[in-house]
Each structure stands twice: as structure tokens, then as C-alpha cells.
């Protein structure tokens, strides 16, 4: 059952990639402009027409960010002297920041639990926007780095505005609109109610919610973004009330991220090439996807032996098998949704969403971000493949100089050094250690997966751990930032120096990064490096835990 | 083949032994290189040093055991040995800039007060200055770079070329470049000074050799970013786990403390092994040696590269130009027909042209005389058979020779030359021979004339023999994804019959330097890199817009500042070797790399269960080696990471293996050997050591 | 406006590009989908409510506590799973337990995980009227987790550390030394942590994995139809109709997978217990 839940993942996606790739693939390279838009424009006071250089463009995206970050934060601290804040308070300073931050940044972590803080306002125009123009950023950049490559000798890598109106009116606004009328279909709420009481069978009470719910859920999801409109996310029923919404919502993460190669493919007039970083994908999202299933029916760990299943903090419609598969989706994109609770999940199946996450959310990663951090996985293994073919390296023509390769290390440096510092100094202070829930390893996991998801924009947690505490807060906001920017002024300059090169023509000499043997190394470089980069700290918390 | 000088070099490293009295010799030099200063220049193995130091003083100081100095030592010996590597590839160097400078002595030199002036004054060689003339002698060593001006002269080049034959320089032309430190062997020359002081060509040369001023290479500098990225990421996860290890003794209290990891963390050795094993110590060492190796194995070849930039360019060169003649056809062409005129038999001429070459040793001389014994019957005969010929040697002024033999007198030459001798001896040559001769000349082929007092007989036709094996070289450069481009001055006609015949892919007949100029102009706008050859003033353009340019040493001075390459030999064809060494050279780059990167796998698996079994005892299970103790497994993992270096170092100075072959081949082949070798030889490699150093005092 | 500084230009246009997306994104699109949702499918877009007498009892989509007003359960009603959201599946602080795998020892301040499961394997076996016991559970609804010291080496001491004097050990002895009891206050960080499985055979464990585990919805609906089995017999007595008839609505009330592959089925407790109660 486990595997035809898979397999049909993958049937859904191989139907769908094609005219979803293809229609990003208009959609980015179009020149049109659409009447809407075009008064959009006016609205904001862009000329659509004129392209931008990289720092243009890097400049219009952080502007965009910064102020997003701002006016989220005002809102949340504002939230009491608006309408539809269902009576809650304003939300304290250093959770707000850490609530802008984590949203701005797709990361949505959440230092707060959605029905106690957050009103319907907050989430609906403060939060779900969010959801949108920062996945529309994402795939902003992806797109602005394929332009690089596609690009011969040019100067401009495209217009931020353009890209990021168009991704959201163009792209996710009709999948989430369908999509979100599908939830709805299937059970999940979607009205303006605040909570009511009501007496149960036994005659106790319990308080029913509502929300717009739908019309966000669908946005976390298709935007890989993850924060949940509850504080138990898509476990909860209102969020997913079935075992088909389950498989839908899986289906909705990764149907962008595993579309984009194919755009990808198109815009550098090889859909091959596409295919070939799809493969890469593919072949570790199943195998990670497969890893996890297996260690959580497994079940090895004393209590999932006692318990005779790794039934704890997951729901009986789901089952063990779909909630791990749920787990490796949120936790190789950078979605961070989570339908059960990985802090109770087995050590090596835990250790699998954590890994997931240290592999820079490639396989198939965020909406956008999966594409480019894998095309600088891609960089760096024909950086050094290149070589043993006898030539200095290129791909898709464009030659590897040290510039390229300077970009492409430091995008690859951020996120390590971010997670392994900022757990050194969790471990190492008492305000970090105070945030465990458990102990020994267990909670030593607990503080890596905090950084590593907020430096990845996962957002997913080993729940337990305490985090809605200043120094959390602020330190967790610091990660999510830079590991969120940083990486994308890099890839910006990256696309603006790919743009410039006049690409090489291919001969037999070229070293061809379409065929299956370029995938199984970009696949062995990926894995080899991040095991290397993590293993210690592996080691010492999910490992030591597995193998006690 | 002619013998080299430098040939005894060239067959030991050839054949890839590295002879340890080399390891020896260069010892002091790897010494010297421990200075920080001179390390800078490679953030890998200054890590290392740093590392080494550290642990030294912990040995001394706060974590004294026979453990911590073994550490110590060995990491001393990790930098000593990358030293070596380098220290060893440039000893190499070093042995051919003795040779070379035993050339370089100290000349005197007549310099002439001015160009026709017939004064001279007495100076040192290293008062010469550009423009300056100097006359030089038989018997007199040539005391600057410069070009013929007046005169012809044959030269001993051996100093540098290694090649014993004599050469002719004269002024004029493509061969009038002299290099100082070179022997006039006859007549007298003037020179016009070209070098400036202390920048001859000898002097390039042994700087080149001996990597004095090597600058690091584009893709070198590239390299080098990634790996000291992967150094910055090695060095963070070494340098954060500790509060991890802290935090994980402070959570079991009841563990006793181990050598390698107590209250407070892991233990400073230890940790500095584990960054050492982790980070890219392998390639990081060796990079240079490799660099240094690969303009080694050009100089081997009798070619000097003026940077490493061309060596590495040579390996993606894209589309190769190739010189038709002494290229792809033998230098010489080869008697293809006798063409009589009128009232002359065919047999007639045969026979004339026969005697007239006995005595022409000339390659062009010998094809006629096999010619006429393979057509026409005619016995060869020895000069001295012919007891009364008296033999016309061919001179540079008249251009033709042969024999007056019994009263006769036969000449054979180039056709002017010829046709001026018949007119001087009263005879008057018809249109025909006009005709015959434009014929030959524009089907592409050379007419000699063949004359005999006062008429001429005929024409011998003499034609381009295509090279044996260059098909199968070209299929080779196609496999490799190499267009070759044959050049030609001959007309489109004869072009492709001779591409055709060659097997190369396309061809430039009629070819001014302007067009071959503009053929690597359109080349490179699309993106491709081009290598050609060339020697003559004419040529300086396109040599230098090539992206690698071998002149030839035999060219004129022009032409060898112009390339970037220059072929002792002048042997157009070893272009093709060249691009291969450039290939082999990127190759061993990225193979040791991955090597390099591969080998962390297994020292983690050894490292990792030293380090934290005490704490976890369950990670014991890492330790997929059964390795003897916590310490034997972490020094083993020390010791292997250094002696590899060693061991690597023939490989790095000989480059891997390299066989022509499409991309996908090559790579599944170097990534079976170095990929998949890295991630298993050092679990064999590290088991091993462990179970000889497990009986060490301190082990257990 | 083009002699203002670009940096500010573009922050203008930032802001404006925000008001605009916020405006079409967070007003139109909520709204277009919440009257498209209300309009066509008003019962699940408003949470699928159940009513009963007219009342508003529950939702079909979350579960509830089957307790008295004394939070022990009410026999005539199947029971929900544990739930850690709240006192018990609370809408206002939904939540999982977030303990882990190995939370085996219990603290001053909580029980472990591992006891949390023995305890309620014990209460619903004795509810059930079968046997509670579970591997790596003491007989009196513990963790059977042992604190061997020293922490390396031959131990010499065994304390059962769930199990507080005066309790009886688990077990008499462990490789050879006496297992004590655990005296309350004192520190048994330095041991080596030992569970110990036990002579249970898994076929012999009679209370399934979802009645001894929270959710992690905290909200969890739905019961295996293993644990609705288990319950059926003492529904059944103390509502005085036949198990059958109980085992039948079971089968009523259950949500086979999805298209045939999709999740576990599930039993349905609220549904279950309200088709029980219609007479």
C-alpha cells in the first residue's frame, strides 16, 4: 500500500510536469504582458519592458524582502486595533520578528501556535501573502539563474518585477485557487468564524475553530512554505481531513518544485538537460522517501517496540507508512507542513527528515530554491568532473572560471556554517539548552534540527524543543535571513557572470551532463558532501540514539 | 628519431619511476618550505602546519602521551611530504636549467658601430642592448637573442635543442631567429640584438623549467576556491562539534573520561587529526607538483610553454590548424612523374633526371632516383661508380644542381633557375615548358626542370606524400571532439585531395596570414579555443590570437614572441601531443581531487567510533574496520592521510594514464579508478597500518 | 520622481508591489475561494459538523473525549486515542507530545514515554478486560528501564528506575546483581541506561498501537479497527445489545483507504458512538 501511495505520487507527477513546466516556461519567457498586469505595473510604477543587470535585480529583490519583513512585523504587533483579530493580542516583539522573518523567507517556522495568536487577518493578508510572494520569489531567482545560463553574452538577467508578478497572478494563483476548492471538497474548512463551544456527547465542551483555511493550506503547500494556520499543521483535521487530502497535499508540494527542471530544460533549449537534473531529484527523493517508510515501520526504538508501531504523534487516517512519506516531502523541499510529529519519529527515521533538510533541499527542494541550489550541485560536480575529461569545465557551455566557482562555494558554505555554528553556540549556552523537551541525544537532535530547518527555510521542527523564546527567536531569525538571502544574492551573481560567458559549443570532448551517468554523480557529490559536512553532529544525536 | 640531450630525462620520467635518491636530494628544499611564508600560497598544507605546531605544543605541554607525539610527528611529516611533491617537481626542472645554463656563458661580443658599419667595439654579452648589431664568426658563440641581417650561416642549436645536426640561419625569410648561447659552425653573420638584457630566451627557459615565477593557472585558481571552501566546511564541523561533545559527557556523567574525549570535549589531537584527515590534504598537496609535472612533461617533449595558462588551454582546445606541409605531408615531396617535352623521350629524361640527383642525398634527390629505377628500370648507380662526373652541389645562390659527366652537363632545379642556366648556354626554352611547369605548380604539385646544356628535357613532377598514421590521428582528435583544419597555400582543388587523403575535416586552401588570422578570429567567437603552428613573421598574428600558438624554434624571432608555445624540434605534428599533455594534466588535476575528497568516507568510519564509543558505545558499530583501539584507529587514520601523499607522488609528477576517447569513456574510467579507489583504498590502507601500529606502546 | 535616489525608488516600488499583491492575494483570492466554498460545499467548508436534536454535537472530523466530568471514561462509549492537545483534544492548543523514541525515563516532573504507553496499556486492559502487558513494560504499567553502574564496565549495581519503592523490581536480578527499587529523589543520571524488553510476545500484546499512543493532531477522529474490535465486547455489555450488532455498525463506521491505497482504515469514534446511541 505504502508503495502504490508512492507510486501514484510519481504517475501524478509525470502527468502533470509536462504542461505545468511548460506553462512556467511561457509564462517566464513570455513577452506579453496581460491587461491585469499591466496595470499592476502602473500600479507599482515599473516599466515591465526593460530588463535589469544582476545587482538591479538582486537590489529589487531585498528591497521587496525588507519591506515585506517590516510591514509583516508591524501587522502582527498591530493586530488587536484591526478587524478579525478574534479578540487576540498583539503578538509579543521577538516572536513577531521571528514570524516575519520566517515567512518573508519561506521558511515559516513557527514560534507560535496558529490558533492562540495569530487572527484571521493576520493569516489571511499578512501570512498567506507571504505564502505567495515568497514562493514567487523563489522561483524568481531559479528563473533569473536558468536566463544566466540560457544567455549568451548578455548583460541582464530579466526583471524582478515582472518575474515575481508574473509567478504570482500566472502561477500559483490558479493552482491554489483549484486547489483550494479540491481541500474544501475534501473536508477542510474554509469560513470567517471565530471559535465556538459546544457540548460533546458526554457532555463536556470543546471549542470547534474556523478560519480560512483552504485558501491557505493550499498556498503552504504549493508554495513549499509550511506554516501552518493550527499549531499542529497538516495533521490537524481541519487542515487535512482525509487520507486522499494527504496524498493531495504531497502531491501539491512537490508539483512545482519537480516541474521547474522542465522549464528549466526548455528556457536553455534542452529538455534533456532538464530531465537529467529531474533524474537527480527523483532518484534521491525516492530513495529518501524509501529510507524513511522503511525505518518507521521498522519501528526500531524501545518505544515503537513497546508500542509495537511508530504510532506515536500520528493520526490513524494517515497511517505510519503515508505520514513518513509526508515527513521526507516537507522535509526534502522546504516545506516544513509536517502531518505527524517527527521529534517521536524513530532515530533513523528522524535522522532521514534531518538529513533531507542538510542535503540544501534539493531533491526536489523549495519552490525555486530546489532548482537553484541543485544547479550549483550541478556547478560543482562538473567543476570537478569536468576534469577528468581533460577539459576545464563548463556546463551547458559555459565555462567554470574562479568566479563561477567562488559563487557556487560560498552559496554552499552559508547553510552549513549557519547550522553548525548556530547549534555550537545553542549547546554551548544555557538559554539554548533550556529548550529541550527531551534529553541526551534525543535533545541534542532537537537543537540541530531547530537550525538546520530554519538555515535550510524548512520551518519543520523536532517539536519539542521551546523556541518561542528571545534568544531563539532572534537567533533563529538570524539563520532563516542569511540562510535565505545570502544564498540568493550569490545565485544572482552567479546568473549575472553565467549571462556574460559566450558558451562553448559541445563536441565529443564535452563532458555530457544529460545521461545517467552525470545524474549518479551529481547524486554521489550531493550525499558525499553533506554526510562529510554532517556526520559528526549526526553522530552525536540521531546516530548515537539509533545505535544505543 | 634524432637524439636529445634531455632524453635520459625524458625516458625516466616516461617511464614513471621516481627515483628515491630524488626524494632524497630534495629534501632540504621541502624543509625550506615549512616556512609559513612560503606556505601561504596554499591554504591546505598551511592549515596542516598550524595543526602540526598546535598539537606539538599539546604534546609538550598539556596532553603529553606517546599518542599526541606520534600525532604530532606525523603531521609534521603530512606537510614535509606535500612539500616534497613540489620540491621534487621542481628538481626536475632544476636538472635540465643546469644544462641549459651551461650554455648561457659568459660571451663577448663584437658589437658594430652601426648597421653597414664595418667598425666593431669589444663588449660583455650583457651590455647588449635591442637594436644593437652584433657580427659573429665561425667558430664563435652568439651572445644575444636577435634575427640575421646580412649573411647565412650554419649553426649548432645543440645547446638548447638538443639536436646535434647543424641548422642553416640566414637573413631573410622564416629562418633568420638566432638564440645566444648557440655556436656559428661556418661563414659569418650579422645580428640584430632582439632580447632585452637578462630576458634571452635562455633565460626564459630556465626560469619556465625551473617554475621560478610560475603563476597559478586560471582553472588552478579555481580549484584552489573550492578547496579551501571545502577547508572552511571541514574546519567549521571539526571546530562546532565540541560543545556537541561536551554537552554529550555532560549528559552521561556516569562515562569515564577517555584519551580522546573528556568533560571537557574532545581532545585537542585528536581534533586537529580529525580537520587534517578531512580536509582535501591529498590534492591540496599535490596541486602544484601536478601544475609544475605537466610543464615538465611539455619540456620532455622539447616544448617550453611560456605559462601554465597554454598547457591548460591546450587541454580544450577545440579546433586544431594544421600546416599541410611538414605537418600532415611530408616535408619533402616525392618524385611523381617525369613529364618530357616534346622530341624528348620519356626514357631520355629519366635518365638525365637520374644522374643529375645520384649525388642529391636530399630526400626530394633520392625519390627521383627511386623513381626512375621503379618506372623505368634504370639502375641506381653509385657516385663513384662514375669515375669522371664531377657533382654540382645545390647552393642556396644557384638554386639547382647536378653532374657534368663525359661532356655533359645536366642540371635539374627550380624552374627559373634552371631556365636562366639554358638561356646563359644560348639555348632558348620553349612556351611548353611554361605550360608544363604552371600545370604542376596548380595542380599542387612542385616542377622541377630538368635541363642539359642549352635545352631542356623536362619536368619532374614532384608531389605531397601524406604522413603514414595521420588518418588514424585525426579519428583519434574526432573521438576527443578536436576539428582539424589543414592549411595550405595551394589552390582548393589540390586542398581536398589532400584533406581527403589526410582525413582531416575541413581545410583553408590559398591561405594568406590575414585569412588564417580571421579563420581563429571566427573560431573563437563561437566559443571554441584554437591551437596552430607556425614560424614565420608572417605567422605572429595568428599565433598570438590563437589561444595556444607553438612556434617554431627554427622561426623567426617574431614568431616565438608571438606563441605561447615553442617546439625545440620544430615538429608541427607534436601539436597533437601537446593538446594530449594539456588533457592529462586537467585529468590527474580532477582525478586526485576526487580521489582526495572520496578518501574522507573511510576516515570518518575510523575517527568518528574513536572518538565517541566511550560516550555511545552503540557507534562502535561505525567501526566497520575493527580498527584495535580509539588511538591506533585515529593515528592510523593520520598515518595513511600522509603516506598517501607519498605514494601519490609518481602518479602526480607522471599524470594518469591518458587514451583518446569520447568524454563519457574517459570519465566512467576515472571515476571507476579514482572515485570508487578513493573511497576503498584507504579502508584497506588504514585497516593495514592499524594492525602493525597496534602494537606501539600506548595503543590500547 | 526620477531625481529621487534609486535605492529609494526601489523601495517605493516595493512597497507598492506588496500593497498591490497583499490586495489581490490576501482580499480577492480568500474571499473568491470562501464564496465559491460556502456556495457549493457549505457542510465541509464550515467543518462538517454533526448535529443531533438540532444541536451542534461535534465534528465529524474531530475527535473527542469520551469522559465523565471526572475525565474517566464513559464505558457505553467507545474511547478515543490519547491525546496530548490540552487537557484532551482541546481546538485551541492542538499539539503532539514531541517525546522521543527513547524518552524512557521517567523525571520528577513527567512520566517518560515509555511508561505514558504501559500505564495506558495497563488501564485499557484492564478496562478491556485483557491483558495490558507490553514489552519493555513492568506488570505494574511502567517502563521496564534499568540504571546499571557503573556506567562501563561489570555492573554492580541494577536500579529499576521507573519503578519507585516500595515497588517490587520488574525483574529479581540483572547479570547477576539485585535490581532495587528507585528511591524518589535520588540521582541515577551516572548509570547506563538499560530497558529491558521482557518475555512478551508480540502476538500476545492484546491493546493496538494507536490506544497507547497520542496522535499528533491531538485531534485524531478515528480509532484502528483493531482497537474498535477490542472495545466492542464491554459497548456491547454495557449497553445490553449484541456484539454483533456493535461489530456491524463498527463496519458502518469505518473509513476504508482512500481509493484502496491511501492511509490505514479508520474507525470513526463520534459517528460510531452517535449511531450507537440512536435507538
Redesign the interface.
Same mark, same amino acid.
Given at each position: 500500500m505504502a508503495a502504490l501511495f508512492v507510486v501514484a505520487l510519481v504517475v501524478a507527477l509525470v502527468l502533470v510536469h509536462k504542461p505545468l513546466g511548460d506553462h512556467m516556461y511561457r509564462v517566464y519567457t513570455g513577452v506579453r504582458h496581460s491587461r491585469a498586469e499591466r496595470v499592476v505595473y502602473r500600479l507599482v510604477g515599473v516599466r515591465p519592458e526593460s530588463e535589469q543587470r544582476w545587482p538591479v535585480y538582486a537590489r529589487s529583490l531585498l528591497a521587496f524582502s525588507a519591506v515585506s519583513i517590516l510591514f509583516l512585523y508591524a501587522f502582527q504587533r498591530l493586530q488587536d486595533k484591526l478587524f478579525l483579530s478574534l479578540g487576540l493580542a498583539p503578538v509579543p516583539d521577538h516572536v513577531a520578528w521571528n514570524t516575519a522573518v520566517s515567512f518573508v523567507t519561506n521558511t515559516n517556522w513557527q514560534a507560535y501556535s496558529g490558533e492562540s495568536t495569530m487572527g484571521h487577518l493576520v493569516q489571511m493578508a499578512g501570512l498567506a501573502v507571504q505564502n505567495f510572494v515568497s514562493a514567487a520569489v523563489g522561483m524568481a531567482v531559479a528563473v533569473a539563474l536558468v536566463r544566466g545560463l540560457a544567455r549568451d553574452g548578455a548583460d541582464t538577467i530579466g526583471n524582478f518585477w515582472v518575474d515575481l508578478v508574473r509567478g504570482t497572478l500566472r502561477v500559483l494563483l490558479p493552482l491554489a485557487f483549484a486547489g483550494a476548492i479540491v481541500l474544501v471538497v475534501g473536508g477542510v474548512v474554509q469560513n470567517f468564524a471565530g471559535p465556538h463551544t459546544i457540548t460533546t456527547l458526554t457532555g463536556g465542551t470543546q471549542h470547534l475553530t474556523g478560519g480560512p483555511v483552504a485558501s491557505q493550506e493550499v498556498i503552504k503547500e504549493l508554495g513549499t512554505n509550511g506554516g501552518g494556520f493550527y499549531n499542529t499543521n497538516s495533521a490537524h483535521p481541519f487542515e487535512n481531513a482525509t487520507s486522499w487530502t494527504n496524498w493531495f497535499e504531497i502531491l501539491l508540494i512537490l508539483v512545482i518544485p519537480f516541474s521547474l527542471p522542465r522549464t528549466f530544460g526548455r528556457m536553455v533549449g534542452q529538455v534533456r538537460q532538464g530531465y537529467a537534473i529531474a533524474a537527480v531529484m527523483g532518484v534521491i527523493a525516492l530513495a529518501s522517501v524509501t529510507l524513511t517508510t522503511v525505518f518507521e515501520l521498522h519501528g526500531a526504538a524501545t518505544v515503537p517496540q513497546a508500542v509495537g508501531a511508530a504510532m506515536e504523534g500520528k493520526d490513524v487516517r494517515f497511517g505510519v507508512a503515508d505520514s513518513a512519506t509526508f515527513a521526507a516531502a516537507t522535509t526534502l523541499t522546504s516545506t516544513g507542513a509536517v502531518d505527524s510529529f517527527h521529534d517521536s519519529y524513530t532515530p533513523f527515521g528522524g535522522m532521514m527528515t534531518l538529513f533531507n533538510m542538510m542535503l540544501g533541499e534539493v531533491a526536489p527542494g523549495g519552490v525555486g530554491s530546489g532548482l537553484y541550489g541543485m544547479l550549483i550541485l550541478a556547478l560543482i560536480t562538473v567543476f570537478v568532473a569536468g576534469l577528468m575529461v581533460g577539459r576545464t569545465p563548463e556546463y551547458l557551455g559555459k565555462k567554470i572560471g574562479a568566479r563561477e566557482i567562488k559563487l557556487a562555494s560560498l552559496y554552499f558554505l552559508v547553510t552549513p556554517v549557519l547550522v553548525l555554528t548556530g547549534t555550537a553556540v545553542a549547546m554551548a549556552n544555557k538559554a539554548g539548552l533550556a529548550a529541550m523537551l527531551n534529553t541526551g541525544p534525543h535533545g541534542l537532535s532537537e537543537i540541530l534540527y531547530a537550525f538546520t530547518s530554519a538555515s535550510n527555510n524548512n520551518g519543520s521542527a523536532f517539536g519539542g524543543v521551546t523556541v518561542n523564546t528571545p534568544w531563539y527567536d532572534v537567533a533563529l531569525g538570524l539563520c532563516m535571513a542569511f540562510g535565505r538571502f545570502l544564498p540568493i544574492v550569490f545565485v544572482l551573481a552567479l546568473a549575472g557572470s553565467l549571462a556574460r560567458r559566450i558558451p562553448v559549443p559541445e563536441s565529443a570532448g564535452t563532458l555530457p551532463t544529460h545521461r545517467p551517468q552525470f545524474v549518479g554523480m551529481v547524486v554521489g557529490v550531493t550525499i558525499i558532501l553533506v554526510a562529510l559536512t554532517f556526520l559528526p553532529a549526526l553522530a552525536l544525536g540521531p546516530i548515537a540514539e539509533g545505535l544505543s | 628519431m634524432s637524439t636529445h640531450v634531455l632524453e635520459g630525462t625524458a625516458k625516466r620520467v616516461g617511464g614513471g619511476l621516481l627515483d628515491p635518491r630524488q626524494l632524497l636530494t630534495s629534501l632540504p628544499e621541502a624543509l625550506r618550505k615549512l616556512n609559513p611564508v612560503t606556505l601561504w600560497r596554499n591554504p591546505v598544507m598551511l592549515i596542516v602546519e598550524i595543526g602540526a605546531l598546535a598539537t606539538t605544543i599539546l604534546a609538550a605541554t598539556t596532553e603529553t602521551s606517546f599518542f599526541g607525539w606520534a600525532i604530532a610527528g606525523w603531521l609534521w611529516l603530512t606537510v614535509v611530504f606535500a612539500n616534497l611533491a613540489e620540491a621534487v617537481a621542481e628538481g626536475r626542472g632544476k636538472a635540465q636549467a643546469a644544462t641549459l645554463r651551461a650554455a648561457k656563458r659568459d660571451t663577448t661580443a663584437r658589437r658594430l658601430r652601426g648597421r653597414t658599419s664595418a667598425e666593431w667595439d669589444v663588449v660583455g654579452a650583457p651590455e647588449l642592448r635591442q637594436g644593437d648589431f652584433v657580427v659573429v664568426e665561425a667558430g664563435e658563440i652568439i651572445p644575444g637573442d636577435g634575427d640575421v641581417v646580412e649573411g647565412i650561416a650554419s649553426v649548432d642549436e645543440s645547446a638548447i635543442t638538443g639536436e646535434s645536426a647543424p641548422v642553416i640561419r640566414e637573413s631573410g625569410g622564416d629562418r633568420s631567429a638566432v638564440t645566444g648561447g648557440t655556436k656559428v659552425l661556418s661563414d659569418r653573420i650579422v645580428v640584430e640584438i632582439t632580447q632585452r638584457p637578462g630576458e634571452s630566451f635562455v633565460d626564459r627557459m630556465i626560469a619556465l623549467v625551473e617554475g621560478a615565477n610560475r603563476q597559478k593557472t586560471p582553472n588552478e585558481i579555481a580549484l584552489n576556491i573550492l578547496l579551501a571552501a571545502l577547508t572552511i566546511i571541514f574546519l567549521v564541523a571539526t571546530a562546532t562539534m565540541q560543545p556537541l561533545a561536551i554537552y554529550s559527557m555532560s549528559v552521561n556523567p556516569g562515562v569515564p573520561g577517555s584519551l580522546a574525549l573528556s568533560r571537557d570535549g574532545v581532545s585537542g589531537v585528536v581534533l586537529v587529526s580529525l580537520l587534517v584527515c578531512l580536509i582535501p590534504t591529498t590534492i591540496g598537496a599535490l596541486l602544484s607538483a601536478i601544475g609544475i609535472a605537466g610543464m615538465d612533461r611539455l619540456v620532455q617533449r622539447n616544448v617550453l610553454a611560456m605559462s601554465g595558462r597554454a598547457v591548460e588551454a591546450a587541454g580544450d582546445v577545440s579546433t586544431l590548424l594544421l600546416d599541410k606541409t611538414g605537418t600532415i605531408t611530408l616535408g619533402n615531396r616525392q618524385a611523381g612523374e617525369f613529364v618530357p617535352i616534346r622530341g624528348v623521350t620519356a626514357e631520355e629524361l629519366a635518365r638525365a633526371a637520374q644522374l643529375s640527383s645520384l649525388a642529391d642525398e636530399t630526400p626530394e634527390g633520392r625519390s627521383i632516383v627511386v623513381h626512375a629505377k621503379q618506372v623505368y628500370g634504370l639502375r641506381e648507380r653509385e657516385p663513384g661508380e662514375l669515375a669522371h662526373a664531377e657533382w654540382v652541389p645545390f647552393t642556396a645562390q644557384t638554386r639547382m644542381s647536378g653532374v657534368n659527366l663525359d661532356g655533359r652537363e645536366i642540371r635539374k632545379g627550380a624552374a627559373t633557375a634552371v631556365m636562366k642556366w639554358v638561356r646563359d648556354h644560348g639555348g632558348h626554352p620553349t612556351d611548353e615548358v611554361g605550360h608544363l611547369v604552371d600545370g604542376i605548380s596548380a595542380s599542387g604539385g612542385t616542377p622541377l626542370v630538368v635541363a642539359e646544356k642549352g635545352r631542356v628535357l623536362g619536368v619532374i613532377h614532384l608531389k605531397d606524400v601524406v604522413k603514414q598514421g595521420m588518418r588514424e590521428r585525426f579519428d583519434e582528435m574526432r573521438r576527443m571532439g578536436i576539428r582539424t583544419v589543414m592549411i595550405t597555400g595551394d589552390n582548393p582543388l589540390t586542398a581536398k585531395a589532400i584533406a581527403e587523403e589526410a582525413g582531416v575535416d575541413d581545410f583553408l586552401a590559398e591561405a594568406t596570414p590575414e585569412d588564417k588570422l580571421s579563420l581563429i578570429r571566427k573560431e573563437q567567437e563561437g566559443g571554441r579555443l584554437v591551437a596552430m603552428t607556425g614560424d614565420g613573421t608572417n605567422d605572429a598574428p595568428a599565433l598570438a590570437q590563437a589561444d595556444v600558438g607553438v612556434a617554431m624554434n627554427t622561426g623567426t624571432s617574431a614568431a616565438k614572441e608571438a606563441g605561447n608555445m615553442v617546439d625545440l624540434d620544430s615538429n608541427p605534428t607534436k601539436l597533437i601531443e601537446i593538446v594530449e599533455i594539456g588533457k592529462q594534466l586537467l585529468i590527474t588535476r580532477g582525478a586526485l581531487t576526487t580521489f582526495s575528497i572520496a578518501n574522507d568516507v573511510a576516515k570518518y568510519f575510523a575517527i568518528i567510533p574513536a572518538m565517541f564509543a566511550a560516550v555511545y558505545p552503540g557507534l562502535d558499530a561505525l567501526n566497520v574496520m575493527r580498527l584495535a583501539s580509539p588511538q591506533s584507529a585515529i593515528l592510523a587514520a593520520v598515518i595513511f592521510n600522509a603516506l598517501v601523499i607519498i605514494a601519490l607522488i609518481p602518479l602526480a609528477l607522471r599524470g594518469v594514464r591518458y587514451r583518446p576517447a569520447g568524454a563519457s569513456k574517459l570519465l566512467s574510467r576515472n571515476l571507476y579508478v579514482y572515485g570508487l579507489g578513493g573511497i576503498v583504498a584507504p579502508f584497506a590502507g588504514i585497516k593495514l597500518i592499524d594492525l602493525l601500529i597496534q602494537f606501539l606502546p600506548g595503543m590500547s | 520622481?526620477d531625481r529621487m535616489p534609486s535605492?529609494i525608488?526601489? &523601495? *517605493? ?6 500593497v @498591490? /499583491?497583499?490586495l @489581490?492575494?490576501?482580499?480577492l483570492?480568500?474571499l473568491?475561494?470562501?464564496g465559491?466554498?460556502?456556495l457549493?460545499?457549505g457542510r =465541509?467548508?464550515?467543518? +462538517?459538523?454533526i448535529e443531533r436534536d438540532g ?5 465529524? *472530523?474531530?475527535? =473527542? +473525549?469520551?469522559?465523565?466530568?471526572a475525565g474517566k471514561p464513559?464505558a457505553r462509549?467507545f474511547q478515543s486515542?490519547p491525546s496530548a492537545?490540552g487537557d484532551g483534544?482541546?481546538? /485551541? +492548543? #492542538?499539539?503532539?507530545?514531541? *517525546? ?5 525515563v521517567d523525571t520528577p516532573d513527567r512520566a517518560s /514515554? *515509555?511508561t505514558q504507553?504501559?500505564a495506558r496499556s495497563k488501564a485499557i486492559g484492564e478496562r478491556e478486560g485483557v491483558s495490558g502487558a507490553?514489552?519493555?513494560?513492568t506488570p505494574d504499567g511502567a517502563?521496564a528501564v534499568l540504571k546499571v553502574?557503573?556506567?562501563?564496565g561489570k555492573p554492580v549495581r541494577a536500579v529499576s528506575v521507573n519503578q519507585a519503592c516500595p515497588a517490587t523490581p520488574f525483574a529479581a536480578e540483572y547479570r547477576g546483581v539485585k535490581v532495587e527499587c528507585a528511591r524518589p529523589g535520588e540521582d541515577y543520571?551516572?548509570?547506563? #541506561?538499560v530497558?529491558v524488553?521482557g518475555g512478551v510476545a508480540?502476538a500476545a500484546?492484546a491493546v493496538?498501537?494507536?490506544a @497507547?499512543?497520542? +496522535?499528533?493532531?491531538? !485531534?485524531?477522529? &478515528?480509532?484502528?479497527l483493531a482497537y474498535a474490535e477490542l472495545q466492542a465486547p464491554r459497548v456491547a455489555r454495557e449497553r445490553g445489545v449484541g456484539v454483533d450488532r456493535v461489530r456491524a455498525l463498527i463496519r458502518e463506521h469505518t473509513?476504508g483507504?482512500? !481509493?484502496g491505497?491511501?492511509?490505514?482504515p479508520?474507525v470513526n469514534v /463520534?459517528e460510531l458512538?452517535?449511531a450507537l446511541?440512536r435507538p
Open positions: - | - | 520622481m535605492w525608488r526601489q &523601495h *517605493l516600488a516595493a512597497v507598492r508591489a506588496l @498591490v /499583491l497583499t @489581490v492575494t490576501g482580499a483570492y480568500p473568491a475561494v470562501t465559491v466554498a460556502q457549493l460545499f =465541509q467548508a464550515n467543518g +462538517s459538523m444541536r451542534t454535537v461535534g465534528s465529524a *472530523l474531530v475527535g =473527542q +473525549s469520551f469522559t465523565d466530568a464513559v462509549y486515542r492537545a483534544y482541546d481546538m /485551541l +492548543s #492542538t499539539a503532539a507530545s514531541n *517525546l522521543g523514541p527513547e524518552d524512557v /514515554l *515509555l504507553v504501559c507490553r514489552p519493555y513494560c517502563g553502574f557503573p556506567a562501563v543520571a551516572a548509570g547506563r #541506561t530497558p524488553r508480540e500484546v493496538p498501537a494507536d @497507547v499512543t497520542a +496522535s499528533g493532531s491531538g !485531534l485524531d477522529p &478515528h480509532i484502528s473509513t483507504r482512500a !481509493l491505497f491511501m492511509g490505514e479508520a /463520534l458512538n452517535l446511541d
